[in-house]
């Protein structure tokens, strides 16, 4: 008979995840998720409650990696907040089970894997994409993802010059103040973005804040917030001149206001330029539309899980 579930809190989570172990995990479990012919990642698409009195949305991931033996779904909500809210705008938990019997093995705190897996991706999207000779990243947005962006791309790559952008003046100064290595503040998106080789959008915004006639022929954006179909980061432009890559073709018709509206053609996954059948486009604009997926989740639970039981045997 099944025990009852392990919890794991924040903290034991924070400790126990770390970009080294988790980039190599997500890139195989996006290669497999573009796999069509595989039933190794079983995934549907996202489902999702409004939540209109709080302005927020509850979202259901369920994934199974069959091959792999790994069952779990993740609940998170997410707000669009006013600007200088106290309250949380995403809070997420990850059930882990047991494909066999069906019972929970864990439950863990989902929002340090939200920030992190979200942050490797667009990281892995980079160094697919992005030209090798980049020297400059700009970051719009200095919330939780910002962070945790500037850490794996810092970690990750060698820029010389890390420009951030926000709407809030004490955002601003309360990021500049969190991260260890130097950043530009910019008054102005367009300040951060001209002559960026990499571009982070990471913002709560419902409207276009990048737009096409600002970016550097070249670069590379990884755009991030924006994940209902009637929210915008990125304008037109933007999209349709750019080479367009999703982690989810079905996923991001289904959400992602900034290609729904736009109309952009999508290129390719990004599992597929890691599978090689689809090219990496660095010498053009190349676009990655994250939304985040379940099998991002489940992969970095299981880490968490078998690190977790790893060491509480030793105890």
Not at 76 to 105: H, I, T, W
Not at 126 to 141: C, D, H, Q, W, Y
């Amino acid at each position: 008979m099944a025990g009852p579930p392990a919890i794991i809190w924040e903290h034991e989570v924070r400790r126990l995840l770390h970009y080294r172990e988790l980039i190599p995990r997500l890139e195989e479990a996006l290669g497999k998720f573009s796999r069509r012919d595989s039933a190794e990642v079983l995934q549907p698409v996202r489902s999702s409650v409004p939540l209109h009195k709080h302005r927020g949305f509850m979202l259901s991931m369920p994934t199974y990696m069959e091959n792999s033996g790994v069952l779990s779904t993740k609940l998170v909500c997410f707000y669009n907040r006013e600007e200088g809210s106290s309250l949380p705008a995403v809070q997420a938990s990850v059930l882990l089970m047991d494909p066999e019997y069906g019972n929970v093995k864990a439950v863990m705190d989902g929002e340090v894997i939200t920030c992190m897996r979200t942050a490797a991706v667009s990281a892995i999207s980079t160094k697919l994409l992005m030209r090798p000779e980049a020297e400059v990243l700009a970051i719009l947005g200095t919330g939780k993802q910002a962070l945790s962006h500037y850490t794996v791309f810092t970690e990750m790559f060698s820029f010389k010059e890390v420009r951030v952008w926000s709407r809030s003046g004490q955002g601003l100064q309360r990021f500049c103040q969190s991260v260890s290595g130097p950043v530009t503040p910019c008054v102005s998106v367009e300040e951060a973005v001209r002559g960026a080789d990499a571009i982070a959008t990471v913002t709560r915004s419902t409207e276009p804040v990048l737009f096409g006639r600002w970016v550097k022929p070249g670069a590379h954006v990884a755009a991030v917030g924006a994940c209902r179909p009637d929210w915008r980061e990125l304008d037109d432009a933007l999209m349709r001149e750019a080479v367009v890559y999703v982690d989810s073709r079905e996923g991001a018709m289904s959400e992602s206001g900034d290609v729904i509206l736009s109309g952009a053609e999508m290129f390719a996954e990004l599992g597929d330029v890691v599978n090689g059948t689809k090219p990496a486009h660095r010498e053009k604009t190349t676009v990655f539309k994250s939304l985040g997926m379940g099998v991002q989740d489940a992969v970095s639970a299981q880490l968490v899980y078998d690190k977790w039981t790893a060491q509480a045997s030793k105890q």
